[in-house]
């Protein structure tokens, strides 16, 4: 795992210990995870809480969001996410708050950002730098929507977005994607229910669940996005292996987790073009 210098090239001031993305990005693609540290918020929010929805102090959450923007030097857009599988397209005005779960533009100096406490924060862009997007793939975005019959994959916030986009002219192999921090397969315990999801849209699912216990599994969900993302036709993927530095629960100091915690701040990975 690599962090961002104090200053980033664009002259940006930035928080000591923030995640930067190391990925063959083109120069025009800026990329930043933010860690726990470095704002405004009290105990158990502390510091840097991005999220509003968590019970946090409004005008902690303003500072920490400005503290966010005036470090990126360019306007963060904030989704309402419901781990599904919408990605919107952001115009230059866009407000905060709109409903999806991943969003995309052309736009410069316009930051796709997702808030993460566990869930995997997925951010793309093509190859020739003139597109991105920042997705939020919990398992349920990940998963996505039951197949309607055994001869059909269900989809989820990936393919929904790689398909997308290719429907536009973009050739998934254009994309490029970096996973950040997200809850590591030591500590990701779920029911069969979650297994049997994945594995009716692949058999090679079961490569990322361990049993544990009886109708008990550890799964991996950053394996398990990779392999959405091949799938998917998104061949150049980097960030999260798995490893224990990635994990947000086993990294107290450094990241937000909600299954550890329960009452928790948020963290936010976003993406944006020069």
């Not at 120069?27 to 502390?46: E, I, K, L, N, Q």
């Amino acid at each position: 795992m690599d962090f961002y210098p104090t200053r980033h090239s664009a002259n940006a001031v930035l928080p000591a210990g923030w995640l930067r993305p190391q990925w063959l990005a083109p120069s025009p693609v800026h990329a930043f995870c933010t860690s726990r540290a470095g704002g405004f918020s009290g105990a158990p929010y502390d510091s840097l809480n991005l999220g509003t929805h968590v019970g946090d102090q409004p005008a902690a959450v303003r500072a920490n969001r400005q503290t966010l923007q005036q470090a990126l030097g360019v306007s963060t857009v904030f989704l309402e996410q419901v781990h599904g599988t919408e990605v919107l397209e952001l115009p230059m005005a866009c407000a905060d708050g709109q409903r999806a779960d991943g969003s995309w533009t052309r736009t410069k100096g316009l930051a796709c950002t997702v808030m993460v406490a566990d869930c995997l924060p997925v951010l793309c862009c093509t190859r020739e730098g003139d597109r991105i997007a920042a997705l939020h793939a919990g398992w349920r975005g990940l998963a996505g929507a039951p197949a309607p019959s055994p001869s059909h994959s269900s989809k989820g916030v990936i393919e929904c977005f790689v398909q997308s986009q290719a429907a536009l002219g973009i050739d998934p192999g254009r994309w490029m994607a970096w996973l950040g921090p997200c809850i590591g397969p030591q500590a990701f315990e779920v029911g069969a229910e979650v297994r049997a999801a994945f594995l009716r849209h692949a058999a090679q699912s079961e490569q990322a669940f361990v049993p544990h216990g009886p109708d008990k599994w550890l799964a991996n969900l950053a394996l398990l996005a990779r392999q959405r993302l091949e799938a998917a036709g998104v061949t150049a993927v980097y960030g999260n292996d798995g490893s224990a530095p990635w994990c947000t629960v086993g990294n107290p100091l450094r990241f937000f987790s909600h299954r550890r915690d329960r009452v928790s701040g948020r963290l936010a990975a976003g993406i944006w073009l020069a």
